[in-house]
Nanobody
């Protein structure tokens, strides 16, 4: 199992940009489709974006399309989430995980989650 550690969050203003990183341990990172999830206070965790093993294919939550960009560098065992034009509703703890497709969307591969990274967007 790959261990994933998120970083890069912080307190920003609406309209700002921030880039999150997800560092993976182990040599099997490139074998997984991976993605980002987020959990806002009082809400369930939701899928935000995913990227294929090669990095060629990506998918996004409708609410972030055109504002967020997911990418990965398999040589560095790292995945990124560039977030721009941030809105207060993007405030959440962001997590990364390997993902797999389901009939209704994308699900996390691993049961164990990291601590995530907090993104707070002030209006």
């Amino acid at each position: 199992q790959v261990q994933l550690v998120e970083s890069g969050g912080g307190l920003v203003q609406a309209g700002d940009s921030v880039t999150l990183s997800c560092a993976a341990s182990g040599r099997s990172f490139s074998r997984y489709t991976v993605g980002w999830f987020r959990q806002a206070p009082g809400k369930e965790r939701e899928f935000v974006a995913g990227i294929s093993r090669s990095g060629i294919m990506t998918t996004y939550l409708n609410a972030v399309k055109g504002r967020f960009t997911i990418s990965r560098d398999n040589a560095k065992n790292t995945m990124y989430l560039q977030m721009s034009t941030l809105k207060p509703e993007d405030t959440a703890v962001y997590y990364c995980n390997a993902v797999y497709p389901t009939a209704t969307g994308w699900a996390p591969e691993f049961d164990n989650w990291g601590q995530g990274t907090q993104v707070t967007v002030s209006s």
